[in-house]
């Protein structure tokens, strides 16, 4: 059978909503479940809530974990394979009521791409609370948090590194990347690439959407919710591994980047995992 014969397959729904320019629909797999190639009508997210599952989309296989952001094109022809425990999955479907305002976003919804950040996972897990509520701001509530992962992801792909960068520029993403634990300034790392401070913090800024700093502290979030979901390591200790100054500071800018603590987002995700 084709794919394109089972544009209308929709497996395990449990619950669903439609809202201005969205639906969303929770559905679960079961452990070992095998969907065969199949298509969503309108481009997608699926947020993964719970458990895992392998996609196959244009020739490739990615693995999506617990917390991840799956996004598809219209009609596009993919395979799941789930993993040993049961799945959970919130899927959002991008309508066309309402073009205008997705329109900025429509590149991010032109291949399929997977997307994983500890904000992402934060709005992720807001979004599927949000589904099950009933009063009367729900669906305006829904609305923001949808076109706030819309926003996250589009900043992501735009930050992505891409062979038409400066030698030197992808050098000096690649030693902040490296250089992650220890202390980092703009003059060093312009030092090891070559290039004046000015030139690099300008021309940084203009490609990546964001100071060194602002990159650099990103990416010591990202390891930190990657250390609090796969290890019990104290919360001091999570925080000087990932380069803050102590936990007070730790916890302040992880709150500032995906709504929670880091105890509330070690409770919360790892809860979610199990």
Partial sequence: MTSRALRHFEPGITARRTITGFSVKEFSQLPNCRLPWHE????????????????????RDQECG?????LKPAAEPHADVFGRS???????EILPVRPEPIEQFSRITTRPMLA??????????????????????SSLALEGLILEVLADVSRAVANESCPADP?????????????????LTLSAVASAVGI?????????????GCTIGEYVRRLRIERASHDLLTSCAPLSEISLRSGFF???????????????????????LKATSS
């Avoid at 994983?116 to 009367?136: C, I, M, N, Q, Y």
């Avoid at 030698?167 to 202390?183: I, Q, S, V, Y």
């Fill in 40 to 59: 969503h009508e309108h481009a997608s997210i699926c947020f993964v809530v719970s458990g895992f599952y392998a996609e196959r989309a244009r020739g």
């Fill in 66 to 70: 617990s917390h991840s952001m799956v």
């Fill in 86 to 92: 049961v799945a959970r999955c919130l899927l959002i």
């Fill in 116 to 137: 994983r950040s500890p904000k992402l996972a934060a709005l992720g897990h807001r979004l599927h609370s949000e589904f099950f509520e009933v009063d009367t701001a």
């Fill in 167 to 183: 030698r030197w520029l992808r050098h000096a993403r690649e030693l902040l990347h490296d250089g992650l634990g220890d202390p």
């Fill in 196 to 208: 004046h401070p000015s030139h690099l913090a300008r021309t940084f800024r203009k490609r990546y």
């Fill in 246 to 268: 102590d936990q007070s500071h730790f916890s302040k800018v992880f709150r500032r980047h995906t709504g929670m603590t880091p105890a509330e987002y070690r409770v919360r």
